[in-house]
């Protein structure tokens, strides 16, 4: 089969397609036939190398050699102890940990998957799991998103942040989107209500204040966010810098003890909204944002452009 493999660390040259061998499922793994993958952040800080990573991922060369978590496909096999699925049925799901998306053929347990909607395509299935969940995890699991709020998402026209807008819409709150300029009007189109285009307006220096900060880039000092902080208001980061990330843990329980305000970070619990999300997607009130999809030979500049971070939602790779 083919794969888009890397023996060493590096930016999207390393990357190339070579032929594997097929993998064959355990007793308790389905075999997929994928059709479409898209690329997460994670992904290209294990193709980086850096330090985190090569901590998870070998320190001089990766020890895995395949990327790509957000997978839909096809279950061509399953193996003698698996009961929720069945051979032909369609699904898609974070591999997380395991990797190996980025090839025709991949492996998964049952708990990494759900059923695709017969009305949702395998493009936008993989466009889902790993940027949905974040934003579900972010907005309810720990901003106890609430109606009437003002929501600031820093870094919003990705894929957290374009599925976060659509399902903080339900709950009629007020939302801000922060990015950069060439992302302003798809911004607009999927329900901000306000953009910044953070390159033109630095928006923790303005006056206005926000009862939700959903931060997906996690770019600034803690201080800097809890300036625009309202009172009992709570900030919550998805990912981005580590030594930030760092400072939001440390940080984080000393601010709600000295003020009302709260620090929070998402620990990402993969695969555990998909339902939720399905019941949305067939109910038309969430639709990923695609940025491509790209063919499999055109895999290097769909990673160059994730790279420079010029993508609009997610970009989806078919295979």
């Known amino acids: 089969m083919k794969a888009i493999v ?8 390393v990357l190339q397609i070579n032929e594997i061998e097929k993998p064959f499922p355990k007793d308790n793994e389905v075999l997929i036939k994928i059709y479409a993958v898209s690329i997460n952040d ?10 985190v990573n090569r901590m998870l991922n070998g320190l001089l060369k990766p020890k895995k050699k395949i990327l790509g978590s957000d997978i839909a496909g096809r279950i061509e096999a399953v193996g003698k102890n698996v009961t929720r699925f069945k051979t032909g049925d369609d699904v898609y799901g974070d591999l997380s940990g395991r990797w190996g998306g980025f090839a025709e053929y991949s492996c998964a347990t049952e708990k990494s998957l759900a059923l695709k909607p017969a009305g949702m395509s395998f ?10 969940m974040l934003a579900v995890q972010g907005l309810i699991d720990q901003g106890k998103i609430q109606p009437g709020q003002k929501l600031l998402i820093n870094g919003a026209g990705g894929g957290v942040g374009t599925f976060a807008v659509q399902i903080a819409k339900l709950y009629g709150v007020e939302t801000t989107g922060v990015d950069s300029t060439g992302k302003l009007d798809m911004m607009r189109s999927i329900g901000f209500d306000y953009v910044i285009d953070y390159t033109r307006e630095d928006f923790t220096k303005n006056d206005l204040s926000y009862d939700l900060i ?6 600034r000092s803690m201080f800097d966010y809890l300036r625009v902080l309202a009172p009992n208001g709570i900030y919550v980061t998805v990912g981005g810098s580590m030594a930030r990330l760092l400072q939001a843990l440390v940080l984080g ?9 709260h620090i929070r970070i998402v620990a990402l619990k993969p695969n555990k909204d998909l339902i939720y999300m399905n019941e949305l997607f067939e109910a038309g009130k969430v639709k990923p944002v695609i940025d491509g999809p790209y063919k499999l030979t055109g895999f290097k500049e769909a990673f160059r452009i994730f790279g420079k971070g010029e993508h609009k939602g997610k970009v989806v790779i078919t295979i």
């Not at 994670?42 to 330090?51: H, K, R």
């Not at 959903?214 to 770019?219: A, E, R």
């Open 42 to 51: 994670w992904d290209f800080g294990l193709l980086e190398g850096d330090f």
């Open 253 to 261: 329980r000393l601010i709600s003890l000295i003020s009302k305000k």
């Open 123 to 132: 493009i936008e299935a993989a466009a889902i799991p790993q940027a949905a």
């Open 214 to 219: 959903l931060d997906v880039k996690t770019n």
């Open 6 to 13: 890397y023996a060493k660390y590096g930016g999207p040259e």
